[in-house]
């Protein structure tokens, strides 16, 4: 089936300090990924939709400039978290549309769990 | 507003059976989804509906009702790995994904 991989699967860094997380599908072309952020015992929050080629659809209340998203090949999709800060610290996961999407399933990356001291 | 509806949290003993509900209000529909996420890991993909009735999967079943905004997810010879979150996402016109905000199964011997 579908494989994405979403790396590191965990990070812990100090204040200040960018974080690149990277979403890969491994065995199909992702036109569309989209990044999403899960705090504890609450429901996935969709950050923003990655286009390839194109800039991403970033949620109302999601700062663009905080949350850079690159989307260069059909196949990475990059989230870079700015000078984080620890109400950054999250779990983020990242998936993918296998074909055209629409009545197709998500599938997701492992997560990236993000603890900023 | 576009609107998904499922109980917080429900209890269940092993070997028995449960149905977890969804109901859903979104502006146009193109199907529903059901994931499954254990704590501290990804959500992974369960079932999808969008004609109406009941698509048997194994010991999974979800069943879907268009006119009523309503499906279910019927759970069968529960083991203790099931203990985890259900998740019920509905599709809108866009293709946008509604998120619910899930569903904690927890498993009792």
């Known amino acids: 089936g579908a494989v994405v991989s979403q790396h590191p699967s965990r990070v812990i860094c100090k204040s200040g300090t960018s974080v690149k997380i990277e979403c890969r599908s491994l065995?199909?072309?992702?036109?569309?990924m989209f990044w999403y952020r899960q705090f504890p015992k609450q429901s996935l929050m969709l950050m923003a939709t990655s286009n390839e080629g194109s800039k991403a659809t970033y949620e109302q209340g999601v700062e663009k400039d905080k949350f850079l998203i690159n989307h260069a090949s059909l196949t990475l999709s990059t989230l870079t978290v700015t000078s984080a800060h620890p109400e950054d610290s999250s779990f983020y996961i990242c998936?993918?549309?296998?074909?055209?999407?629409?009545?197709?399933?998500?599938?997701f990356g492992d997560g990236t769990r993000l603890s900023i001291l | 507003g576009q609107n998904i509806d499922q109980p917080t949290e429900m209890t269940a003993t092993e070997g028995a059976i449960v149905q977890i509900n969804c109901t859903y209000q979104?502006?146009?529909?193109?199907?529903l989804f059901w994931y499954q996420q254990h704590a501290g890991e990804a959500p992974t993909f369960l079932s999808y509906?969008?004609l109406d009735g009941l698509e048997e999967k194994g010991r999974f079943s979800s069943f879907l009702s268009r006119s009523k905004g309503y499906s279910y997810l019927l759970l069968k010879e529960l083991q203790m790995k099931d203990s985890a979150s259900y998740l019920c996402?509905?599709?809108?016109?866009?293709?946008?994904?509604?998120w619910g905000a899930g569903t904690k199964l927890i498993i009792k011997p």
């Open positions: 979104t502006s146009g529909f193109n199907g």
């Open positions: 998936s993918a549309w296998e074909g055209q999407g629409g009545n197709q399933p998500q599938h």
């Open positions: 065995d199909f072309q992702a036109t569309t």
């Open positions: 996402a509905a599709v809108d016109s866009n293709y946008q994904l509604i």
């Open positions: 509906n969008v």
